[in-house]
């Protein structure tokens, strides 16, 4: 037989902690997900189409963890690389350049967080994310408080204007691949106010009496 190997080898467990997370938070959100209700009972013998219902199964929420599990691990993956190449960069920039972008990290961190929450909410509100617990405050913000924890805060960028870019299009893949989370029709964006003064109201034609007790009082 041949002698067992006894080295000892070193596993770096600190991704496994995501999946983890990434499991209790799912199971928050399905619990508050609205669930599908079964056909209404008929009379008489069943049809084919009741026969045909299925409830969701315990496999299609593991099927939810694992794929967001998966997901959590690419981006992990692709964030090492990207700090990687930002350390060596960082080795061969000069003095003037590091002050710079010292101060500007500094004030995007000020103003950023703030900005990214906003357009965050908005979004997934615009998305249906809170119609099964409309109208109890203290469930909404649970819900949203749980919903932004899946959005990648650093794939999102703010431009010149302050406007928050890649907040849509992780929302719209959050909610194509997991939509028992949101509501089956999202809300249309709301139109913004205009500051435009309103035209003035068309006067109506005055009468022959109207026009004859203007001249008297004056106001023809």
Same mark, same amino acid.
């Given at each position: 037989m041949?002698?067992?190997?006894?080295?000892?080898?070193? /596993?770096?467990?600190t /991704?496994?902690?995501?999946?983890n997370?990434?499991?209790?938070? /799912?199971?928050?959100? /399905?619990?508050?997900?609205?669930?599908?209700?079964?056909p209404?009972?008929?009379d008489g013998p069943?049809?084919?189409e009741?026969d045909?219902?299925?409830p969701?199964s315990?496999?299609?929420?593991?099927r939810?963890?694992r794929?967001?599990?998966?997901?959590?691990?690419?981006?992990l993956?692709?964030?090492?690389?990207?700090?990687?190449?930002?350390?060596?960069?960082?080795?061969q920039?000069?003095?003037?350049?590091?002050?710079v972008?010292?101060a500007?990290?500094?004030?995007?961190?000020?103003y950023?967080?703030?900005?990214?929450?906003k357009a965050?909410r908005?979004s997934?509100i615009q998305?249906?994310?809170?119609?099964?617990?409309?109208g109890?405050?203290?469930?909404t913000?649970?819900?949203?408080?749980?919903?932004m924890?899946?959005?990648?805060?650093?794939?999102?960028?703010?431009d010149?204007?302050g406007?928050?870019?890649?907040?849509?299009?992780?929302?719209?893949a959050?909610?194509?691949?997991?939509?028992?989370?949101f509501?089956t029709?999202p809300?249309?964006r709301?139109?913004r106010?205009?500051?435009?003064p309103?035209?003035p109201a068309?006067?109506?034609?005055?009468?022959?009496?109207e026009r004859?007790a203007?001249?008297?009082l004056?106001?023809?």
């Amino acid at each position: 037989m041949a002698d067992h190997d006894d080295t000892d080898i070193e /596993v770096d467990d600190t /991704v496994e902690d995501e999946p983890n997370a990434v499991d209790a938070e /799912v199971d928050d959100l /399905v619990e508050d997900a609205p669930k599908p209700k079964p056909p209404a009972k008929r009379d008489g013998p069943a049809s084919a189409e009741d026969d045909e219902y299925v409830p969701p199964s315990r496999e299609e929420w593991e099927r939810v963890r694992r794929t967001l599990a998966k997901r959590k691990e690419e981006k992990l993956a692709v964030q090492r690389d990207l700090n990687s190449l930002r350390d060596k960069y960082r080795e061969q920039e000069t003095e003037t350049e590091k002050a710079v972008r010292e101060a500007e990290e500094r004030a995007e961190a000020r103003y950023k967080p703030i900005a990214v929450k906003k357009a965050v909410r908005a979004s997934l509100i615009q998305a249906g994310a809170i119609a099964s617990v409309e109208g109890d405050k203290e469930k909404t913000e649970a819900r949203l408080t749980r919903l932004m924890k899946f959005v990648d805060i650093g794939e999102l960028s703010i431009d010149d204007d302050g406007e928050v870019l890649g907040v849509e299009e992780q929302i719209d893949a959050l909610r194509a691949d997991y939509p028992e989370l949101f509501d089956t029709a999202p809300k249309k964006r709301a139109v913004r106010p205009s500051i435009a003064p309103k035209p003035p109201a068309d006067e109506k034609p005055k009468s022959a009496a109207e026009r004859h007790a203007a001249k008297v009082l004056g106001n023809a």
